[in-house]
């Protein structure tokens, strides 16, 4: 079942349009083998392809997400200096994981040392605790603050990178990527250079995590606790005449780095990462931390007849509200119900149970898919905001009244402008989608395939999890083999799972190599930019609308947007994407490549 895009997800999809269609996945499917001087020459194309990757694009290993030709502008989810490298996804892991996934598929010694120095970037970039912040500055300290300092604190819509903290995230996996990859490349060749580093990932992630009370098992969102963790946002004392009255605003719950977190799926990423530590390293004692995990999410899940799940939830009882109660985020993160989170966490109790076998996991199901049902969106709000086309859900559902609030904003740009929420289905953000796209019925059909299975059915599949004591017979479960080609789930650590591959056609193969030519990578329409950092924005108010519907404000405003529909205020006029060299495009060509040098 497709998820909703995330962060996470969107920059594998914003690509040519020759990778704009995701590739068909066979789950076993005989093809034959490619022509083997075809082969031959393809996999002489990614060794090309990873090279310059490696020798050319990079800087000491590590990647951002977009680079123009020269290299001289980058971007990762904002501007980046030359020396920086995105932990984030689809950055440095990601790219690692598709050096080593081409290692595995060609043999080709290149792709491994890509690999391994990617690898050792992250052993840089990782934090003496342990985790990994989204970004790393190779110039030092002083160069990433200064660019906190200045891109990052004017980016009106990413709160997250406004203020410096000094400490580890698991927001996007970024944390969770750069860990598999490090525990993946010292499995592969038992390299000592990459010991340390996964010893102290794991540690970091044990220790990260609640211990006892309603949170037990979860996690937060960042790692250690920052004293000085932004808890509101400034809210203008000067406000538009349109503004409607009683609109909620600001932080409802104050720091929610501190909260259980399943935004980005937090629970289920440290879980993944925890079971291929089981299954490649022997480690048994990771079995409680994992089934603590397990427990914290079936735990959080509301009461009927609103039965889903926030994007996070408070760790302890504050301000009159018990502890485990849906509690609100960024500033455009009211406090709420979230029907995609929910989505994500009903699939991940299917998960629980396949590894499991325990039908707890699957006992409450009904009851969030009743109020996924209760919840969705009106053909009166689709029709109205063009931002809802295709979704069948608001994003957040106020507790209580089972009513969708929607996000806005005012202003121009971080100093005059602010978000608020109200019942409002129209002029919604458009960078923070306002619905969701919810699979009922393949949710459904899912739950019924599961409660269905007999005894001895679920007793076989639990034998293939980690979690079994049963599961290895003496033998430890083989990661799988390819992590780029597909998001990995947990249902695929069970052993001898299967892992669908691209299905790739000898001229589509031969297209990608063509696209090569003769400079050894892709060129690619950059999917967003950025305004070069200005100063910080006036305080002067704007009463207009020509922002609240656009992924960027004013020129002082340093988000990404798209460049074929920024504001419709001057200086702003549309133009062309800017070709370029792309992270998630390298990962996506390679992929498909992949596929087709794999086949048996």
């Not at 809210?235 to 780095?257: F, I, S």
């Not at 991940?348 to 996991?361: E, K, M, N, V």
């Not at 052993?495 to 003769?518: F, K, N, Q």
């Given at each position: 079942?497709?998820?909703?895009?995330?962060?996470?997800?969107?920059?594998?999809?914003?690509v040519?349009?020759?990778?704009?269609?995701?590739?068909?996945?066979?789950?076993?499917?005989?093809?034959?083998?490619?022509?083997?001087?075809?082969?031959?020459?393809?996999?002489?194309?990614?060794?090309?392809?990873?090279?310059?990757?490696?020798?050319?694009?990079?800087?000491?290993?590590?990647?951002?997400?977009?680079?123009?030709?020269?290299?001289?502008?980058?971007?990762?989810?904002?501007?980046?200096?030359r020396?920086?490298?995105?932990?984030?996804?689809?950055?440095?892991?990601?790219?690692?994981?598709?050096?080593?996934?081409?290692?595995?598929?060609?043999?080709?010694?290149?792709?491994?040392?890509?690999?391994?120095?990617?690898?050792?970037?992250?052993?840089?970039?990782?934090?003496?605790?342990?985790?990994?912040?989204?970004?790393?500055?190779?110039?030092?300290?002083?160069?990433?603050?200064?660019?906190?300092?200045?891109?990052?604190?004017?980016?009106?819509?990413?709160?997250?990178?406004q203020?410096?903290?000094?400490?580890?995230?698991?927001?996007?996996?970024?944390?969770?990527?750069?860990?598999?990859?490090i525990?993946?490349?010292?499995a592969?060749?038992?390299?000592?250079?990459?010991?340390?580093?996964?010893?102290?990932?794991?540690?970091?992630?044990?220790?990260?995590?609640?211990?006892?009370?309603?949170?037990?098992?979860?996690?937060?969102?960042?790692?250690?606790?920052?004293?000085?963790?932004?808890?509101?946002?400034?809210?203008?004392?000067?406000?538009?005449?349109?503004?409607?009255?009683?609109?909620?605003?600001?932080?409802?719950?104050?720091?929610?780095?501190?909260?259980?977190?399943?935004?980005?799926?937090?629970?289920?990423?440290n879980?993944?990462?925890?079971?291929?530590?089981?299954?490649?390293?022997?480690?048994?004692d990771?079995?409680?931390?994992v089934?603590?995990?397990?427990?914290?999410?079936?735990?959080?899940?509301?009461?009927?007849?609103?039965?889903?799940?926030?994007?996070?939830?408070?760790?302890?009882?504050?301000g009159?509200?018990?502890?485990?109660?849906?509690?609100?985020?960024?500033?455009?993160?009211?406090?709420?119900l979230?029907?995609?989170?929910?989505?994500?966490?009903?699939?991940?109790?299917?998960?629980?149970?396949?590894?499991?076998?325990?039908?707890?996991?699957?006992?409450?199901?009904?009851?969030?898919?009743?109020w996924?049902?209760?919840?969705?969106?009106?053909?009166?709000?689709?029709?109205?905001n063009?931002?809802?086309?295709?979704?069948?859900?608001?994003t957040?559902?106020?507790?209580?009244?089972?009513?969708?609030?929607f996000?806005h904003?005012?202003?121009?740009?971080?100093?005059?402008?602010?978000?608020?929420?109200?019942?409002?289905?129209?002029?919604?953000?458009?960078?923070?989608?306002?619905?969701?796209?919810?699979?009922?019925?393949?949710?459904?059909?899912?739950?019924?395939?599961?409660?269905?299975?007999?005894?001895?059915?679920?007793?076989?599949?639990?034998?293939?999890?980690?979690?079994?004591?049963?599961?290895?017979?003496?033998?430890?479960?083989?990661?799988?083999?390819?992590?780029?080609?597909?998001?990995?789930?947990?249902?695929?650590?069970?052993?001898?799972?299967?892992?669908?591959?691209?299905?790739?056609?000898?001229?589509?193969?031969?297209?990608?190599?063509?696209?090569?030519?003769?400079?050894?990578?892709?060129?690619?329409?950059?999917?967003?930019?950025?305004?070069?950092?200005?100063?910080?924005?006036?305080?002067?108010?704007?009463?207009?609308?020509?922002?609240?519907?656009?992924?960027?404000?004013?020129?002082?405003?340093?988000?990404?947007?798209?460049?074929?529909?920024?504001?419709?205020?001057?200086?702003?006029?549309?133009?062309?994407?800017?070709?370029g060299?792309?992270?998630?495009?390298?990962?996506?060509?390679?992929?498909?490549?992949?596929?087709?040098?794999?086949?048996?």
């Amino acid at each position: 079942m497709k998820k909703p895009l995330s962060r996470r997800t969107f920059h594998q999809l914003a690509v040519t349009p020759l990778l704009a269609a995701p590739a068909v996945l066979r789950p076993g499917a005989a093809q034959a083998a490619p022509p083997a001087p075809q082969r031959a020459l393809t996999v002489r194309a990614m060794s090309r392809a990873a090279a310059f990757m490696d020798g050319t694009v990079s800087y000491r290993g590590g990647y951002v997400w977009n680079y123009l030709p020269d290299l001289s502008v980058t971007w990762g989810e904002m501007e980046a200096k030359r020396t920086m490298c995105w932990v984030q996804p689809p950055g440095t892991p990601s790219v690692g994981h598709s050096m080593l996934d081409a290692y595995h598929a060609t043999s080709e010694e290149v792709c491994y040392r890509a690999a391994a120095r990617t690898g050792l970037a992250l052993v840089e970039a990782q934090l003496p605790v342990g985790g990994w912040n989204y970004i790393h500055d190779f110039a030092g300290e002083e160069s990433l603050r200064d660019w906190y300092e200045t891109i990052g604190a004017n980016g009106w819509r990413l709160e997250e990178f406004q203020h410096y903290y000094g400490n580890a995230t698991f927001d996007d996996a970024g944390t969770s990527a750069a860990a598999q990859l490090i525990l993946r490349l010292y499995a592969e060749r038992r390299d000592p250079r990459f010991k340390r580093s996964l010893d102290r990932a794991i540690g970091f992630v044990l220790a990260s995590q609640f211990s006892g009370g309603t949170a037990d098992g979860g996690w937060p969102q960042r790692y250690p606790a920052f004293a000085g963790a932004v808890s509101r946002m400034p809210w203008p004392d000067r406000r538009p005449d349109w503004l409607p009255r009683g609109v909620q605003h600001g932080m409802e719950d104050g720091d929610y780095t501190q909260q259980v977190t399943f935004n980005d799926d937090v629970l289920g990423e440290n879980i993944k990462f925890l079971l291929m530590c089981m299954s490649t390293l022997g480690r048994r004692d990771l079995a409680g931390p994992v089934t603590r995990a397990m427990a914290c999410l079936k735990r959080m899940q509301q009461p009927g007849p609103q039965a889903g799940w926030g994007l996070q939830h408070l760790s302890r009882a504050k301000g009159g509200r018990p502890a485990g109660a849906p509690a609100g985020a960024r500033s455009y993160e009211p406090r709420a119900l979230a029907t995609h989170t929910t989505q994500t966490n009903v699939q991940q109790l299917f998960h629980y149970f396949r590894l499991t076998g325990d039908r707890a996991f699957l006992g409450r199901v009904p009851e969030a898919l009743d109020w996924l049902e209760s919840c969705k969106l009106t053909s009166e709000q689709i029709a109205e905001n063009p931002l809802l086309a295709g979704r069948t859900h608001p994003t957040f559902v106020e507790l209580g009244t089972n009513r969708a609030r929607f996000v806005h904003r005012f202003g121009s740009n971080i100093r005059n402008g602010a978000y608020y929420n109200d019942y409002d289905h129209r002029e919604t953000l458009s960078h923070y989608s306002a619905g969701r796209s919810v699979d009922l019925a393949g949710l459904r059909g899912t739950y019924e395939e599961l409660a269905a299975m007999t005894p001895a059915q679920v007793a076989a599949m639990r034998a293939r999890s980690p979690l079994s004591h049963t599961s290895s017979h003496g033998r430890p479960i083989p990661l799988p083999r390819y992590f780029s080609v597909r998001d990995l789930q947990l249902s695929d650590l069970l052993r001898d799972a299967p892992l669908p591959l691209p299905v790739v056609t000898d001229a589509e193969a031969s297209a990608l190599v063509d696209g090569l030519g003769t400079k050894d990578y892709w060129l690619t329409p950059i999917d967003a930019v950025t305004n070069p950092y200005r100063g910080p924005g006036s305080t002067t108010p704007y009463d207009g609308k020509a922002y609240m519907s656009k992924n960027v404000g004013d020129l002082r405003d340093t988000s990404p947007y798209n460049p074929q529909d920024p504001p419709q205020e001057p200086p702003y006029q549309p133009v062309e994407h800017p070709l370029g060299i792309s992270s998630s495009a390298y990962v996506a060509n390679m992929a498909k490549l992949i596929g087709y040098v794999a086949r048996p």
